[in-house]
């Protein structure tokens, strides 16, 4: 219900309600925004002290915050980088917003100058203040570069020139008066106020630029690292031929006043591109050329006039040592040559008797007075100059018409504080008193005016009031500093070092004043920011600032009306007896003008502060900071903000930000009040216990006074959300927990099926190039084959893969696509070829044949042969189910090469799929291919039954029996073993101990004392029934064996030799293959300490690999009736019966194992032989990743061996007492072909090893085998034993 009751007196009839505009939603995505470090307004600070003030700076800093308020006061601390905060995109969201809806920022201050002039129609001033490298002009140049974009949109053609114009004195300015300094590369030497001009509407039409104490001494010297101004760099590297030509322009290392500071290049400034930037910005300010041309005619004046060197004459006088440079200087100035060196080297001196005209004197000068001559003319020159520039702009700046409001831009020095101070900081810190002064008292004016006007009570507080000291400096009576060096300088003009003890002699009056201190020939000044200790030393010559009678008569009576009349139109009057203005006159007099003009405009403040001197980005010098922070009067500044209330805001905006504190103006989010905007602020005050002395009503807006009240209120507003969120929270993780449990059951499902996709899809395509054309392995058919690629792990390089990858010269974006071990013929003279191994690569460029060759114990391998695949114009293989294949290559001398390669098919479809199936495929009983020389052969395939393995060939002619049908289609995938899914029902297996009279094999597997039949192991524990009638039960179990000795794992790692290796040498010790060593030490130089038969030595570590001793075999079983054989199950039932094979009957029949599932993965190394049982751990010879079909007893070949072997090992195992010995690999009967075969590597060089093996030198690193040192690859080794023992099955 809406209080229709107003609030206040009533006078004159019923007071108006002021309604409450209903604010938008409150929007909980306020929660997720930039967490704010530290505080954006420095008046809500509980503590207000410099460290505090440094503190809340240093964090915002550091997070990238360079911007923080005092009010309406910016404080900014130069980033030293670029933040990307000055875009056109984030102006644009500070046009139109005040200062409470926006982040600090200069465009926010920018944005309140302008709206308040042309809401409020006063004059805007933004007083910037700062030390050097601050960023004063950076921040200036900002707010010029809004000011230009949100004013005048859609102006006409000379609106829009002025705004060109305005912007263009920046370029101009900066080359005039900004110089590189130790502390900042740009830094501005003199101060400018800029006046922006707009009429009624807000346009600009004007401005008007007004100069201050330029840093002229600059003009003659530098101290080390330092730079005079940018102008003289940037006419000496930039200067047309024109200009090089007439005004005798060289590099700036050919002058003394450019080149004397050692410093002619700075980083991050490109001299030559900063001169075209001048001259346009001269050409938009509407410089004409002839007016440029006299510019750049007297900077290059100043630098030849530098050049100037004297020498001393017989007389101990000055002399000019080169007549050439007085004579080219003369030219420029457009002088007489005489005139110049006698206004140089000598001085007019005029007594004076009862004020009348004495005599004339003409006093020759030494050395050092006539070096000071010319430097006061080469000052001189520069000042009017650049006086005459900003002159010359403010005409073209001139308005337009119709100004009515000026928006000021002020950037000047800042507080110094030196080692050695004199005449020019005491000015600089004589200015920034003054601006201290009307800062505070225009603030605190601002504050009483707001108070009264909002009929606030409060208690004023006391604050420094400055005057004083401004008093002290340029009061006339008392004299001030001012008042007494003019006197000095009066009545002792003839000598300086007189003038400066006729200066310290007036200080005396100034004893009693508390501010003020004399130390001998030095005086303190106790200013707002510090005591500062000047150095009278040369004030008065300073202060006088007047050209020598002698250099005006010269400089006047020069031909060119630019100098004589432009620069220098003041003429000598004899009779005129007035003192003409010091130095100290006229910065006064202009300061007291600036003084004036802000104090009738409304004043926003940027102050800037330098974090370190070295213009670092990540660098906050804390004591630095806290100088500024003082002489910068921020904590002053805080309390008189905070002298009455630390917060307000209108009543609109506080019951838009905290309506959620109130039932009665918010509810779940929404805004339900209706009632005026003042009433709802005090319900929300009143609702949540605020005492009544923490805030008070104005007309407009609510005061809190302490900072607390409102961090009160916004951990409320900030609970209120957390509160909803809460809620919100927790609906969400129940819908996204439903939305994972749906998401895992669809990953579940495709990841049984995605990973076998590409190379499934791989293999049909290599179905489909044969065309049911050729014979199939019955390998090849089966399901789970798959085109995997790289067999030989050519890419990762492991063990001996890495000879043959280094053997291979690859070119550049040249990727491995396939490696296998193969076959081609080799031709022998005056006898038929005959097949020789090779390893072939295929890339995506070229197949790579290698052959390896072993040459005194040491193995090499050689790229013997590159095909590109560009050069290979078709294939040629059987229609029979040999692994033969020719490569016909367009152009090549040793004709057509003929291949054997056990994956032929794969090897066929990466080649037709890396050359885009542009390759002829031919497949037939016989076909021709060329030899070397171009001689074409008939190459035939007979079918032969009685050839065995892999086909015979001989003469051209390969014999090979029968294989599947050309058309036979491949298996179905096989099943995959059930996994658990779950970790509960991991978690709630309980592992029971084994029985004490049962043999312990390993730390992890327990073997049971009788072997089971695989029909007690079914699902459920059912019995299975072979055509309807039960299978009697199993036997009872005999008794239990013996236990096994247990054996002990040894301490040390122990290794397995793959390759023989004998020596001779001291230190080493020699082994055969399948020894087993004990590691005692290992080097990363190739070769390790080991231990075989308790000798000790040093032995190649590529020559071993890791040997884990597998679980000892169970015992014999007892002697007992057979038990019937078991009925073959499904592949479904038999994966869950692999346990059995753990136990090994004694019966000739053995049980009938599940199929071997995934026995390769993706050259994935193979699990640990500790949690692998005894047949697990032995290579099963087949090819892997398939298995071999049943025979007629149900049983594989294979597996038929396996057992028996196994069998063997178990009896003689068990009738040994000793440890048992690890398996040997499996022997073939045959002697396996040449491609089964891996040479052992090359063996590194010898070391120098002492005598004793345990001597802790180690031996000299020698050059690893190969290209590294890892041992061979398991899975190569596994994969060609596998082969040869397919071969044999075969």
Known sequence: MAIKKPLGNKKGGEKKMIKANRPVKADWKEGVKKKIVGVSDMTLLTKITNEAINENLMKRWQNGEIYTYIGHVLISVNPFRDLGIYTDEVLSNYQGKNLLEMPPHVFAIAEASYHHMKSYKENQCVIISGESGAGKTEAAKRIMQYIAAVSGEGANSSIQEIKEMVLATNPLLESFGCAKTLRNNNSSRHGKYLEIQFNAQGQPVGAIITNYLLEKNRVVGQIENERNFHVFYQLTKGATPEYQETFGLQGPESYLYTSRSNCLEVEGIDDIRDFQDTLNAMNIIGLQKSEQDEIFKLLATILWIGNLVFDEDNSGNAVIADGDVANFVAYLLEVDSESLSKALTSRIMETQRGGRRGSVYEVPLNVTQATAVRDALSKSIYERLFEWIVARVNVSLESRGGAEYVIGVLDIYGFEIFEDNSFEQMCINYVNEKLQQIFIELTLKAEQEEYVREQIEWTPIKFFNNKVVCDLIEEKRPPGVFAALNDACATAHADSSAADNSFVQRLGFLANNPHFESRGSKFLIRHYAGDVLYNVEGMTDKNKDALLKDLLELVTASTNQFISQTLFPERIDPNSKKRPPTAGDKIKVSCNALVTKLM???????????????????????????????????????????????????????????????????????????????????????????????????????????????????????????????????????????????????????????????????????????????????????????????????????????????????????????????????ARAMRSSVPSPRTLVLTNQALHIVMTTKKEQVLSMVDEKVIFLNKISGVSLSNLRDDWFVLHVDGAPDGDTVLSCLFKTELLAHMLQQTGGRINVNIDSQFPYKKKGGKQVIMKFIKDETAVGDGIYKSHTVRISSGEPATSVSDPPCPVKPRNTTASTRKNVTKKPPPAARPVVSNTTTVPSAPRPMSNIQSNNQTPSIGGRQVPPPPPPPAPAPPAPVTTTPKLPTYKAIYPFHSDQEGEISFEKGDILEIVEKDDNGWWLARLN??????????????????????????????????????????????????????????????PVNTISNNKPSPPASTMTTNQSTPIPVMPGVAAPLGSNGVPPWKAQ?????????????????????????????????????????????????????????????????????????????????????????
């Open 600 to 826: 009738q405009c409304h004043p926003s403040y940027i102050r800037t502060i330098k974090p370190n001197d070295n213009r670092s980005s990540s660098e906050y010098d804390q004591k630095r900071v806290l100088h500024q922070v003082q002489y910068l009067g921020l904590c002053e500044n805080i309390r008189v903000r905070r002298a009455g209330f630390a917060y307000r805001t209108i009543f609109d905006k506080f019951l838009e930000r905290f309506y959620l504190l109130s039932p009665t103006t918010g509810y779940a989010g929404e805004y339900v009040w209706n009632g005026d905007a003042k009433t709802g602020s005090y319900e929300i005050l009143k609702h949540n216990n605020i005492p009544t002395d923490e805030w008070q009503m104005g007309t407009s807006k609510v005061f809190i006074r302490h900072p607390e009240t409102i961090f009160a209120l916004e951990h409320m507003r900030d609970r209120y959300w957390h509160n909803m969120a809460t809620r919100i929270q927790r609906a969400w993780r129940a819908y996204v927990r439903h939305k994972h449990e749906c998401a895992r059951k669809i990953q579940r499902f495709w990841r049984q099926n995605k990973y076998n996709i590409g190379y499934l899809q791989m293999r049909e395509y290599g179905h489909q190039i044969l065309g049911n054309k050729k014979e199939r392995r019955r390998y090849s058919l089966l399901s789970m084959r798959k085109f995997t690629g790289d067999y030989l792990d050519i890419i990762n390089g492991s063990g001996a893969a890495s000879m043959t990858r280094d053997a291979i010269t690859f070119a550049n974006n040249e990727e491995i696509i396939f490696s296998m071990r193969g076959q081609t013929l080799v």
């Open 1094 to 1155: 308790g000798i000790e030595g040093w032995v190649p570590n590529n020559y071993l690999e890791e040997y884990v001793a597998p679980a000892p075999a169970p015992p014999p079983p007892a002697r007992g009736r057979r038990p019937p054989p078991s009925v073959p199950l499904p592949s479904s039932s038999l994966s869950q019966s692999i346990p059995a094979a753990h136990s090994i009957s004694s019966t000739p029949t053995p049980v009938v194992p599940a199929t």
């Open 1202 to 1290: 396996l057992e028996a072997r196994k069998a063997a090992a178990a009896n003689s195992t068990s009738s040994s007492s000793q440890a048992p010995v690890p398996a040997a690999r499996p022997v073939s009967t045959s002697t396996p072909p040449v491609t089964g075969r891996r040479p052992p590597p090359v063996i590194a060089p010898k070391p120098v090893v002492p005598a004793r093996p345990s001597n802790l030198n180690k031996p000299v690193i020698p050059a690893r085998p190969g290209s590294t040192t890892t041992p061979p690859s398991n899975a190569a080794a596994s994969l060609a034993d596998a082969l040869r023992q397919r071969r044999q099955v075969d």
